[in-house]
């Protein structure tokens, strides 16, 4: 029962309008990275440890997943009503490689002059884990691709873009992690009339376990679009549960983020950051 409510209760915050960033639609948080140590347990479905809590908050862990993330933004600098992005995002490990895809879904007063709602910038990610699986600090960096998807030129940047991408995890006690990920595109093709497009992000996010599959989390992405002379530094503290459904490992959290400093127009003043992850193990032959 308490897990059908806590996803309940993410799906809720999931559909709600969000913000962020239409502005650059940068491969947020360049999905967490993480190679944590996977301990085996004898937990039945439904059950938890403290490593299946690291687990689930390890962006670079060894398991393909699904993830649902949603930011809500009800004000926006300089632009009316609120703005909202739901982000699509799917993990496929083989080996070393990382491989995050992600498909924004925007929607908002992006400049317009009324609400905008579509598909924005497609990217995706390969990132090579450098440092051993079973490690208290893991490395992973690759590079780092963004197609011009979107359905308004409102809600992209009509450039195609290449950079790199690079995460990093120390473990902290059983159950904790802090991360860091960082990344740099730049555009090199794309519709002649729209501007360059070059945008830098590193998001700073800590994990940390206070038992029976509860966390206290901090994930604020700090955004630099260099062609569009907007930066955006958020802090959050929010808080998950970690659970399981049969196979999967599942990741619910709420996470309220406010701006501690801006610079520029159609910003989130304060965001309401949900998720819901779905990680699963790969097979052993």
């Known amino acids: 029962m308490t897990n059908s409510i806590t996803i309940y209760a993410l799906l809720t915050g999931l559909t709600c309008s969000f913000t962020p960033v ?8 360049v999905p967490p990275p993480s ?11 439904g059950g938890h440890s403290e490593s299946d809590v690291a687990t689930a908050n390890n962006p670079i862990a060894p398991m393909n997943a699904l993830y649902f993330q949603n930011y809500y933004a009800p004000t926006v600098y300089s632009a009316p009503g609120s703005s909202n992005l739901l982000d699509l ?11 995050r895809a992600t498909l924004p879904v925007p929607s908002g007063d992006f400049g317009s002059g009324e609400q905008q709602s579509g598909l924005g910038d497609f990217n995706v990610f390969d990132a090579i884990r450098l440092s051993p699986e079973v490690s208290n600090n893991v490395l992973a960096v690759g590079p780092l691709l963004v197609a011009p998807t979107a359905t308004s030129r409102y809600l992209g940047q009509g450039k195609w873009q290449a950079g790199l991408a690079g995460v990093g995890v120390h473990s902290l006690s ?30 700073p996010i800590a994990a940390l376990s ?6 206290v989390r901090s994930s604020g992405i700090w955004s630099f679009d260099i062609s569009n002379d907007k930066d955006l530094i958020p802090m959050g503290l929010g808080f998950g549960k970690v659970f399981k459904i049969r196979n999967a490992i599942v990741n619910a959290f709420v996470e309220p983020q406010f701006t501690a400093y801006h610079n520029g127009t159609n910003l989130p003043s ?16």
């Open 35 to 45: 190679a944590m140590i996977l301990e085996k347990t004898n937990s039945s479905a």
């Open 210 to 215: 206070i038992g029976g599959g509860y966390y």
């Open 22 to 29: 239409a502005w650059g639609q940068q491969p947020g948080p």
């Open 270 to 285: 304060f965001q309401l950051f949900s998720g819901l992850y779905f990680q699963f193990r790969k097979k052993t032959d």
């Open 89 to 99: 995002r799917s993990v496929v490990v083989s080996g070393r490689q990382i491989i």
């Open 174 to 203: 059983p159950g904790s992690l802090l991360i860091g990920i960082f990344t740099w595109q730049h555009s090199f093709a794309g519709e002649r009339t729209r501007p360059d497009a070059q945008v830098v992000t590193f998001q």
